[in-house]
């Protein structure tokens, strides 16, 4: 069984950036891809950026590209997103999911089977 715990979410103005991070335990960290998705108020989830189980491969929603930044520490057991140049329509509750099954990035939220509690990112205008 895998165990993914949230942090760093917030209540920020425009502009301002954020650091969310996702402690994993139960298993080997380092041999899947990870992923962060979000869902806002009223929407269904929405794929943010995914990397590879080694961290040099990576991929994000046109959204966000250019602004966040997904990481991985797997010393650690830690996933990271730093976002920047935040924007109210980020206002979100942002996910941290593990696959089982593939170590590239992916968009595809059914690639992963564990879920995170989530963290609300709140950005005012």
């Known amino acids: 069984q895998v165990q993914l715990v949230e942090s760093g979410g917030g209540l920020v103005q425009a502009g301002g950036s954020l650091r969310l991070s996702c402690l994993a335990s139960?298993?080997?960290?380092?041999?899947?891809?990870m992923g962060w998705f979000r869902r806002a108020p009223g929407k269904e989830r929405e794929f943010v950026a995914a990397?590879?189980?080694?961290?040099?491969?990576?991929d994000y929603a046109d959204s966000v590209k250019g602004r966040f930044t997904i990481s991985r520490d797997n010393a650690k057991n830690t996933l990271y997103l730093q976002m920047n140049s935040l924007k109210p329509e980020d206002t979100a509750v942002y996910y941290c999911?593990?696959?089982?099954?593939?170590?590239?990035?992916?968009?595809?939220?059914?690639?992963?089977?564990?879920w995170g509690q989530g963290t609300q990112v709140t950005v005012s205008s």
């Open positions: 990397i590879n189980w080694s961290g040099g491969s990576t």
């Open positions: 139960g298993r080997t960290f380092s041999s899947y891809a």
């Open positions: 999911a593990a696959s089982s099954t593939t170590m590239i990035p992916t968009r595809n939220r059914y690639e992963f089977p564990y």
